[in-house]
């Protein structure tokens, strides 16, 4: 049984820094893709960023390239998104996800992925 725990969220003042965690258990991390997404009050959820199963080459939104990191810890079944410079508009609640055979033209699609945690709240206030 897959779960994912997200973690980290909480109130920042904008141009600081946040990291978020994920952790996971029922999954071994070379064979899924660990993803974030992200959806604001109002908003669809978007993709943030992705690790992929099998190279562990990363993607990232257009909105937080240059500004957030992911990194995966094979040993420790997490995943982090490390987030810095924030704005305003990173204010979301931050979905940790993942999925197992997922092409790569595909990891950006949140319909790829089965498995996702509960949600960890960001505010970033100005």
């Known amino acids: 049984q897959v779960q994912l725990v997200e973690s980290g969220g909480g109130l920042v003042q904008a141009g600081g820094s946040l990291a978020l965690s994920c952790a996971a258990s029922?999954?071994?991390?070379?064979?899924?893709?660990m993803a974030w997404f992200r959806q604001a009050p109002g908003k669809e959820r978007e993709f943030v960023a992705v690790?992929?199963?099998?190279?562990?080459?990363?993607l990232y939104g257009a909105s937080v390239k240059g500004r957030f990191t992911i990194s995966k810890n094979n040993a420790k079944n997490t995943v982090t998104l490390q987030m810095n410079d924030l704005k305003d508009e990173d204010t979301a609640v931050y979905y940790c996800?993942?999925?197992?055979?997922?092409?790569?033209?595909?990891?950006?699609?949140?319909?790829?992925?089965?498995?996702w945690g509960q949600g960890t709240q960001v505010t970033v206030s100005s």
């Open positions: 996800a993942a999925a197992a055979g997922v092409i790569q033209s595909q990891l950006r699609s949140q319909s790829q992925y089965p498995y």
């Open positions: 029922g999954v071994t991390f070379t064979r899924y893709a």
């Open positions: 690790t992929s199963q099998r190279t562990g080459s990363t």
